[in-house]
């Protein structure tokens, strides 16, 4: 304890310390270097007292500016000296002091000090600090924290708040900017503020890491305690001769696994899974991973599948029952069946289905399953954008499941079903990954053989899978993807297919699902031609299937009303029962008008006929195109009106008629894109047809892409075209020669209702569409007077 009747000369040597606070009423060695032995020497000289200063790190002590202006007056008690130099210094902090100026700077600091005494801080506020600070102390010592007993002694015997912050700061583990604040501040009671929020930070640290060694002791115990219980549980089930839960199903899971008849590779690493299985434990999460991944190896069909049937009659009449015409899609199907009978080891074949929404693509791959006695699944690609739902997601992945390919085999529980992929147009893509390119190595028959899901990590044979995609369009299949499968399209149904669909399928089968079973409701012919045309306008048959369940709704209605039931739906209930028609014949209810032709088109959902309207107004020779046309169309557009141009005297048209004018041609139905270069031969029949003011027959329509030279080029979509002629009452259509080969595939009642006239040129059209051939005109103009020049068509 420091006399403060003890004198300190106004003069000290002073010591520089980096990176060390010295603070009053401490006792600490300090080693010093044979350099740094000349204030010590000259301390010792000096009644043994020493000022030591602090300085920063990056500093020299050679002026007085780098020097901490607050130090601690220290006496030397021991000096013990090295043999090689330098000596061991022990001081004890006396009292605070300020440096005032320095007298010498070399060989070491000599200068004038003041010293501090701390004022008295007697009163209420310093004796609560002082009792708080002493009973943080407890605490802290309560929780570990290392003190020695004789300075908890000597701390409870200190009462000055000054003195009690400085013995508390040489104990607590501060860092060098805490302690130079406390040497720094001269009230004790500030100073003593300082120590008790600093010890508080401590004891709340203190408190913190022994709340988390308790937790892990606790749990390390507990983890102990059930080991033992656990082997103690063992021993008692082998003493009594029962099993042990864990390895019984580890038991039951290693026959699953044999059963399940794994290949090579797959066996080695079901064995390793299960050696790693039995040595964790059955509490930790990894267990419950590893034995899933085993369940889900054990539960797919290595080696099992269904017989098919190859009775060549038996799969053909159940074909027929299910689905009326589809003759390609039927006959491939028996191909694959004749050819398996021949050749056992046969890979699956990849099947594209493609045509417009109802024609029976789905309902077409059950009849497939059903025909070859194979189990059938079907999933939807509409809208998937994760890679991971073909390939699954790897192990690593907190909730890991295989891909929805290897869950549904899994589920079918053979290795041969019929897979349909529905809507393998409409996947999407994004930061997950590309679906489509997924399925390029599941549907490719030279590399599923070992298609390998990211989930089970070995390879698994989709060999014998009989895959069958389907799609409305193909344009949005990537051309990899298309390469792989063998399309087979399904163009719609004419009014007569539609009748034995209604006849065959849905109507016994809405007779059923509508609770008529026992009641026999038949439908006249004449009827289901009403309903066709005049309530329905598509390829498929969904629309029909949805009105003649309206109406068989309505019979159940009229029966449990008490009415008499009803046997026979003729052409005059419909009206009543449905309501108003709701389509019209476009074609047949129209008149023939001047720059009107009728067009024909391929949608999504089957043909159609669209109607190019042409007009001229007075203007500067602009050509205006509207009704939302795409860009091939719009160049369609433009080589009509070429040809027109380049042709006009031999259609009788005047030779300056674009000079003074505008040309406006329109397609109806402005909101919906057209494209397409299939509509040429109409554009410009509309405009020869305005030109000449000659009508154009509405009961003709026409398709093809039109040269500037006249030739009419062939178009695809042949059949739709056809039937969307038929179904609008259109009597005559215009297709190009050739596409003659195409004829085959329309019905021959189609043909016999429809005349199919196949043009060469834009002359054939012409004398086909408009009600008076110009042509005819003008060659008898040219046969009086030949003032035009010869006809560059022929």
């Known amino acids: 304890m420091f006399n403060k009747t003890l004198s300190i000369p106004p003069e000290l040597p002073i010591y520089p310390l980096r990176n060390q606070i010295?603070?009053?009423?401490?006792?600490?060695?300090?080693?010093v270097q044979s350099q740094g032995m000349v204030p010590i020497e000259e301390a010792l000289r000096r009644d043994h007292l020493l000022g030591l200063v602090p300085i920063r790190p990056e500093d020299t002590a050679e002026g007085l500016h780098e020097f901490n202006r607050i130090g601690t007056v220290c006496r030397i008690t021991q000096v013990f000296r090295f043999p090689e130099g330098g000596a061991k210094v022990m001081l004890e902090g006396l009292v605070r002091i300020r440096l005032l100026s320095a007298s010498q700077r070399t060989p070491f600091v000599l200068a004038s000090v003041k010293v501090l005494n701390d004022p008295e801080g007697r009163g209420p506020i310093a004796e609560a600090l002082t009792q708080s600070v002493k009973a943080l102390l407890k605490v802290a010592l309560a929780y570990g924290r290392p003190l020695p007993g004789e300075v908890l002694k000597m701390m409870n015997q200190i009462n000055e708040p000054g003195e009690l912050a400085d013995l508390v700061a040489v104990y607590l583990t501060l860092d060098f900017a805490d302690q130079q604040r406390l040497l720094d501040t001269l009230d004790p009671l500030e100073r003593l503020k300082g120590i008790y929020l600093l010890l508080t930070a401590e004891v709340q640290k203190l408190q913190v890491q022994g709340e988390v060694q308790s937790e892990v002791a606790k749990r390390i115990g507990k983890n102990q305690k059930e080991y033992l219980l656990r082997e103690q549980l063992k021993q008692i089930q082998n003493e009594l001769g029962d099993?042990?839960?864990?390895?019984?199903?580890?038991?039951?899971?290693?026959?699953?696994?044999?059963?399940?008849?794994?290949?090579?590779?797959v066996v080695e690493v079901a064995d390793r899974e299960l050696e790693r299985l039995e040595r964790i434990n059955p509490s930790s999460p990894e267990y419950s991973v590893a034995r899933t991944y085993l369940e889900c190896l054990s539960?797919?069909?290595?080696?099992?599948?269904?017989?098919?049937?190859?009775?060549?009659?038996?799969?053909?009449?159940?074909?027929?029952?299910?689905?009326?015409?589809?003759?390609?899609?039927?006959?491939?199907?028996?191909?694959?069946?004749?050819?398996?009978?021949l050749k056992k080891t046969l890979k699956g074949p990849i099947l594209c289905l493609v045509g417009p929404p109802g024609v029976g693509k789905t309902s077409l791959g059950r009849s497939i399953a059903r025909a070859m006695g194979r189990k059938f699944i079907r999933i939807s690609l509409g809208g998937m954008k994760d890679e991971a739902e073909i390939r699954g997601h790897r192990r690593t992945y907190i909730g890991a499941m295989p891909g929805r390919i290897i869950q549904e085999i899994s589920r079918a529980k053979a290795n041969n079903p019929v897979f349909m992929l529905d809507e393998v147009d409409k996947i999407g893509q994004d930061f997950r990954g590309d679906p489509s390119s997924a399925l390029l190595e599941v549907l490719d028959p030279e590399q599923n053989d070992s298609f390998t899901d990211h989930y089970l990590d070995v390879p698994f044979d989709l060999s014998q899978v009989m895959f069958i995609t389907t799609a409305n369009v193909m344009d949005p299949v990537p051309a990899p993807l298309r390469d792989r499968m063998e399309t087979i399209r399904l163009p719609g149904y004419s009014d007569e297919e539609k009748l034995q669909i209604v006849r065959k399928y849905l109507l016994p089968k809405q007779l059923n699902e509508n609770g008529l079973q026992d009641y026999p409701l038949e439908f006249e012919q004449d009827a289901i031609f009403k309903i066709i045309r005049e309530y329905t306008r598509e390829a498929g048959v969904r629309a029909v299937e949805r009105q003649v369940a309206s109406i068989c709704r309505k019979v159940a209605k009229e029966i449990t009303q008490g009415d008499v039931p009803r046997t026979l739906i003729s052409a005059t209930d419909v009206d009543p029962l449905l309501g108003p028609r709701r389509f019209y014949a476009d074609a047949a209810s129209e008149e023939d008008r001047v720059g009107v032709a009728t067009g024909l088109a391929w949608t999504e959902t089957g043909g159609d006929i669209i109607f190019i309207e042409a007009s001229r107004m007075v203007g500067k020779k602009e050509l205006i195109l509207t009704g939302s046309l795409g860009d091939v169309m719009r160049e369609s557009a433009k080589t009509a009106l070429s040809f027109v141009r380049a042709n006009h005297a031999e259609f009788g048209i005047e030779g300056d008629f674009f000079e003074q004018s505008d040309l406006h041609i329109h397609v109806p139905a402005g909101a919906?894109?057209?494209?397409?270069?299939?509509?040429?031969?109409?554009?410009?029949?509309?405009?020869?047809?305005?030109?000449?003011n000659c009508p154009a027959r509405r009961n003709v329509a026409m398709t093809g892409e039109l040269t500037l030279t006249g030739r009419v080029l062939p178009i695809g979509g042949v059949k739709e075209k056809v039937l969307a002629a038929h179904r609008a009452g259109v009597t005559t259509v215009l297709l190009p020669a050739s596409n003659s080969d195409h004829l085959q595939e329309i019905d021959e009642n189609i043909r016999n209702e429809v005349r199919l006239v196949l043009v060469d040129s834009m002359e054939d059209v012409v004398a086909e569409a408009l009600i008076a051939n110009p042509l005819v005109k003008v060659q008898s103009l040219l046969s009086d007077s030949p003032v035009f020049p010869p006809n560059p068509l022929h």
């Open 22 to 31: 010295v603070f009053p009423h401490m006792t600490f060695p300090l080693l």
């Open 243 to 265: 099993d042990d839960p864990h390895r019984a199903e580890l038991s039951k899971l290693r026959r699953a696994l044999e059963d399940a008849e794994l290949p090579e590779e």
């Open 299 to 341: 539960n797919l069909p290595w080696n099992s599948g269904t017989d098919d049937v190859l009775d060549i009659a038996a799969a053909q009449k159940t074909l027929d029952n299910d689905h009326y015409n589809l003759k390609e899609v039927k006959e491939r199907i028996l191909e694959f069946l004749a050819v398996h009978s």
């Open 672 to 692: 919906i894109p057209k494209d397409g270069p299939s509509a040429g031969v109409a554009i410009a029949t509309a405009l020869i047809s305005l030109l000449t």
